[in-house]
């Protein structure tokens, strides 16, 4: 199996389309331009234009507005197999900013690039079409989430979609998995204040339910974990490829 195959975006695909090798190709020709970024430094502002998107290869990655009076709402966090910037760049300019939390490497994918894959393969549009629909479920997700569920409960949904997510690439599951967010990147997506943050999670492991320390995340009670969240992992749609 090539490195194209084997590929974060590849396994996420996986999810909804068979890929055809006409399919790993036209994938592989995507994966032409490789680029590193370090932790800190945006990718992407807030009101670009002319950019192009990208596929997260390995490292995480944040998306984020910057409102008038400084403060920070993060968007969505982006893992390996994510498009960077997808929307903006089909949109011609960028809503919001792309900043990379760790070090990170990322295939650059111009647009003329991207429309003469989907032209060639079809089926390989509409899998990336799935993977921005179900981009957009997580963001609807989140909306309920900040603006429907008690603290405890966001924090707990939050931290099982992401061990969902990083399953689907196979970087996690239902014991834990390994996450550099800090407490204050919890507070900034969440709504939540940084003390907040810290004494939400200190409840969540005083209960018996799951432990956030030192870059991991150990979850010691997945059902209670998703009892609390009302975690109903269907709107991430990883059941099985639909188109074969």
């Not at 209670?224 to 490829?241: I, K, M, N, S």
Request: proline share 3%.
């Amino acid at each position: 199996m090539n490195r194209t195959e084997n590929s974060p975006l590849a396994r996420k695909l996986a999810a909804f389309v068979a890929l055809s090798p006409d399919e790993f190709a036209a994938l592989k020709q995507l994966h032409q331009r490789r680029r590193t970024f370090v932790a800190g430094r945006d990718m992407v502002h807030q009101g670009q234009s002319d950019q192009a998107a990208y596929i997260l290869e390995s490292g995480w990655v944040c998306s984020y507005k910057i409102m008038s009076d400084g403060a920070r709402q993060i968007v969505d966090f982006q893992i390996p197999g994510d498009f960077l910037g997808l929307r903006s760049v089909l949109l011609q300019t960028s809503d919001h900013s792309i900043e990379p939390i760790t070090d990170i490497q990322a295939v650059e994918v111009l647009v003329d690039d991207l429309l003469g894959a989907f032209a060639q393969t079809p089926r390989l549009a509409a899998a990336i079409l799935w993977a921005a629909s179900r981009d957009e479920a997580m963001v609807v997700e989140h909306l309920v989430g900040v603006g429907r569920r008690d603290a405890n409960a966001r924090m707990a949904h939050f931290l099982l979609e992401l061990g969902a997510r990083l399953a689907l690439v196979g970087m996690g599951g239902k014991e834990g998995y390994a996450c550099p967010l800090t407490q204050y990147h919890l507070a900034d997506a969440l709504g939540l204040s940084a003390v907040h943050v810290n004494r939400v999670l200190r409840q969540l492991r005083e209960d018996g339910l799951v432990t956030f320390r030192d870059g991991q995340v150990t979850i010691h009670d997945y059902d209670r974990l998703v009892t609390l969240a009302e975690f109903d992992p269907a709107y991430l749609d990883q059941t099985g490829p639909i188109l074969k």
